[in-house]
């Protein structure tokens, strides 16, 4: 079981900026995959960006060009860069780390290891 603990949610206003942190107790370096989800009030989990062990990234369409994830394997931590933000990026932001399976299909059900999220609210 792998412990994620997010933080940096908050609220800004639309065209602002934010950067989520999740820390995880195993080493990120030899970690399959780590992803970021969110869920808005009434609406699925959805993906959001994933990055694998390789470093390779996938993004969902809605932020391509605007969200960059990261992860600094020194630090065991996977970010999540927001620029330009949207009044519809606002939801519950998760982490997910898998030692096998990375998709950001299906809200990510198949992943094995949740955070328990950090809130984003984006205001006009």
């Known amino acids: 079981q792998v412990h994620l603990v997010e933080s940096g949610g908050g609220s800004v206003q639309v065209g602002g900026s934010l950067r989520l942190s999740c820390a995880a107790s195993?080493?990120?370096?030899?970690?399959?995959?780590m992803g970021w989800f969110r869920q808005a009030p009434g609406k699925e989990r959805e993906g959001v960006a994933r990055?694998?062990?390789?470093?390779?990234?996938t993004y969902a369409d809605s932020v391509e060009g605007r969200f960059t994830i990261s992860k600094d394997n020194a630090k065991n931590t996977v970010y999540l860069q927001m620029n330009s933000l949207e009044s519809e990026d606002t939801a519950m932001y998760y982490c997910?780390?898998?030692?096998?399976?990375?998709?950001?299909?299906?809200?990510?059900?198949?992943?094995?290891?949740w955070g328990q999220g950090t809130q984003v609210t984006v205001s006009s």
């Open positions: 997910a780390a898998d030692h096998q399976w990375c998709t950001l299909d299906e809200g990510g059900k198949i992943l094995r290891n």
């Open positions: 195993e080493d990120t370096a030899t970690m399959f995959c």
């Open positions: 990055i694998r062990e390789d470093g390779t990234t």
